[in-house]
Nanobody
Framework: QVQLVESGGGLVQAGGSLRLSCAGR??????MGWFRQAPGKEREFVAA????????YSADSVKGRFTISRDNAKDTPYLQINSLKPEDTAVYYC????????????????WGQGTQVTVSS
């Protein structure tokens, strides 16, 4: 069982940056993903990376601004989010999968509780 806990969210002005962390025993999983859910909207894919293959995927809306990475020594995945926009406001979730990277939430086995990111204009 993999338990995930996100941190690093907060209130930031448009144009600012945050780094989200995902604590948990993630070294054994094949893929880490990040999703987000804004009020009144469905959960949407943000980015994912398969650690062994090194393939990284990201949503068009965040390409060039969001980067998924991992500190292997700390066994901690991160989501670096730059050039934040008000439309990035959402609860951000990390997720882990024993399979290949996927854009679909249903393909992820483990989820954190989420961390709130609020971007003011």
């Amino acid at each position: 069982q993999v338990q995930l806990v996100e941190s690093g969210g907060g209130l930031v002005q448009a144009g600012g940056s945050l780094r989200l962390s995902c604590a948990g025993r993630t070294f054994s999983v094949y893929t880490m993903g990040w999703f987000r859910q804004a009020p009144g909207k469905e959960r949407e894919f943000v980015a994912a990376r398969s650690w062994r293959g090194g393939n990284t995927y990201s949503a068009d809306s965040v390409k060039g601004r969001f980067t998924i990475s991992r500190d292997n020594a700390k066994d901690t995945p991160y989501l670096q989010i730059n050039s934040l926009k008000p439309e990035d406001t959402a609860v951000y979730y990390c997720a882990a999968s024993d399979g290949y990277a996927s854009y679909y939430a249903r393909d992820y086995n483990y989820w954190g509780q989420g961390t709130q990111v609020t971007v003011s204009s």
